[in-house]
C-alpha cells in the first residue's frame, strides 16, 4: 500500500476526498490544498484517469526532520531512487514551502538535485540529466517548519489539462476549477445549463464530459507510465473499462453565449476538436440580452474581473445592468457566478444565498448562488 497526496485549488478538498474515495482511496484526509490518501498501484492510476479536480497526485517517498539544508540532502541520498526511476530518464526537482526558516528554497532544489544524482552515480556508476521544463520524473519536495517530506510525481503536466481545450482566451479557468464550481452548483446531466460569458467553455467542455461519463484523463499520458514500478497490463485494464463506459455524445441542453466573436470562435472550435460540435449550442449574445429557452436551469458564469473588462467603475456600471437582466429574464432558474470582485452581490443588487470561498490559483474568490425565484421576482 502507497500513501499519496492529491492537489487541488483550495476550496475544493472535501468534493476531491469524495472522489478519491470512489475511486478506491482509503486512509483519506483533507488539509488545505489537497487529500493524503493511501492506495495500491490501481488506485494511483485511477485517480490521474478520473479525477477531475486534482492538479496532480503526489508518491509519498519519505519524511523526515530537518533544521539545515544538509540534512535534507541527507535524507534524499538515502532513498533508492534507482529502484523508482532509470538513470536514462530526465530529472527535474520543485520545492515547495510552509513556515521553512531556510534562507534559499533554490539552494534545497540544488541539494535534492545532488543528492539523487549522487545515489544513482554511487550505484550505478551514471548519473540522470537534467530537465527543468519537460523532464520525465519530478521529485516533489514540500518543507514545513522543521519536517522535510520527498514525494515522487506521478502525473507530469497538471491533471487539468485534459488535452481538449486547443483555443483559449485571455485568463482561462483551470478545468479542474471549472469542474469543481460545476459540482458546487448541484447541476446534474440532463438539467438545462447556460454560460452566458463562455470564454473558451471551459464549464461547457467540462459539462459534457460529466453528461457522457468521460473519464478527463482519457486523452493524454500520465508521468507513473515512465516509473519502473509501472505494470501496463493493469493500466491497460483501467483504461478500456473507462473508455467502455462512454456514453453517446447525443445534442444536449447546455448553452454557451459570449459577447466576443473571438471567445465564440474559440469554445466552437474546442468542442469541435474534442468530438461534442454538434452536441451543444454556442452563440454571440451579450449577457443583458440573454434569455433561457427553458423555465428552470442552472446558469454558471465567470465574469470578467479587474483587468479583463476595465477598471472597477466600469464593473460598478455594469453590476446594476446585470441585475435587472437577471430579474427581467431568469426568474425560476439558479446563477452562480465565479468571481474575484467581492462587490457583485451588493452592486447587483441580488442577495446570494451561498458565498462560498474559492481560489483561483492564489486569488481569493467567491462562488456567489443567487436564487432567482419564479413569480415573486416578475412582480417586482
Known amino acids: 500500500m502507497n500513501t499519496y497526496f492529491a492537489i487541488c485549488p483550495r476550496g475544493l478538498e472535501e468534493l476531491l476526498l469524495e472522489e478519491l474515495r470512489d475511486v478506491g482511496g482509503a486512509e483519506l484526509k483533507a488539509i488545505p490544498g489537497g487529500v493524503f490518501f493511501a492506495g495500491d498501484w490501481a488506485t494511483c492510476y485511477r485517480a490521474n484517469l478520473e479525477s477531475r479536480l486534482a492538479t496532480r497526485i503526489l508518491w509519498h517517498i519519505v519524511k523526515g526532520p ?131 460569458m463562455c470564454g473558451s467553455g ?71 476538436e474534442a468530438g461534442f460540435g454538434g452536441v451543444l449550442t454556442v452563440d454571440r449574445s451579450d449577457l443583458l440580452d440573454t434569455q433561457p429557452l427553458t423555465e428552470h436551469g442552472i446558469l454558471v458564469t465567470n465574469p470578467p474581473y479587474g483587468e479583463r473588462i476595465g477598471e472597477q467603475d466600469e464593473l460598478a456600471a455594469f453590476y446594476p445592468q446585470l441585475g435587472s437582466a437577471l430579474k427581467k429574464h431568469w426568474a425560476g432558474w439558479n446563477c452562480f457566478f465565479f468571481t474575484a470582485d467581492l462587490r457583485l452581490p451588493k452592486l447587483v443588487g441580488l442577495k446570494p444565498s451561498r458565498k462560498t470561498p474559492l481560489f483561483n490559483g492564489p486569488l481569493e474568490c467567491r462562488l456567489f448562488e443567487i436564487r432567482m425565484v419564479a413569480g415573486s421576482n416578475r412582480k417586482a
Open 202 to 272: 471551459t464549464f461547457l467542455l467540462e459539462a459534457v464530459q460529466m453528461a457522457i461519463d468521460r473519464a478527463p484523463g482519457l486523452d493524454r499520458g500520465f508521468a507513473f507510465e515512465l516509473l519502473r514500478h509501472f505494470d501496463a497490463a493493469a493500466w491497460a485494464a483501467i483504461r478500456n473499462a473507462a473508455e467502455a463506459r462512454v456514453k453517446p455524445a447525443e445534442p444536449m441542453e447546455i448553452r454557451g453565449y459570449d459577447i466576443d466573436d473571438k471567445a465564440v470562435r474559440a469554445t466552437r472550435r474546442n468542442l469541435q
Open 66 to 196: 530537518y533544521a539545515k539544508e544538509e540534512d535534507i540532502y541527507r535524507l534524499a541520498v538515502r532513498q533508492l531512487w534507482p529502484n523508482h526511476f532509470a538513470v536514462s530518464r530526465t530529472l527535474r526537482v520543485v520545492t515547495t514551502a510552509i513556515k521553512c526558516p531556510l534562507k534559499s528554497l533554490d539552494f534545497v532544489t540544488l541539494r535534492v538535485k545532488d543528492a539523487v544524482c549522487d545515489r544513482f552515480r554511487e550505484d550505478l556508476g551514471e548519473r540522470p540529466n537534467i530537465d527543468t521544463r519537460h523532464a520525465d520524473v519530478s521529485v516533489h519536495v514540500f518543507l514545513s517548519e522543521n519536517e522535510c517530506t520527498l514525494y515522487l510525481d506521478t502525473s507530469g503536466q497538471p491533471l487539468w489539462q485534459r488535452g481538449l481545450r486547443k483555443a483559449s482566451v485571455e485568463a482561462p479557468l483551470k478545468e479542474n476549477l471549472a469542474a469543481g464550481i460545476l459540482k458546487m452548483t448541484g447541476w446534474q446531466p440532463g438539467t438545462p445549463l447556460v454560460d452566458p
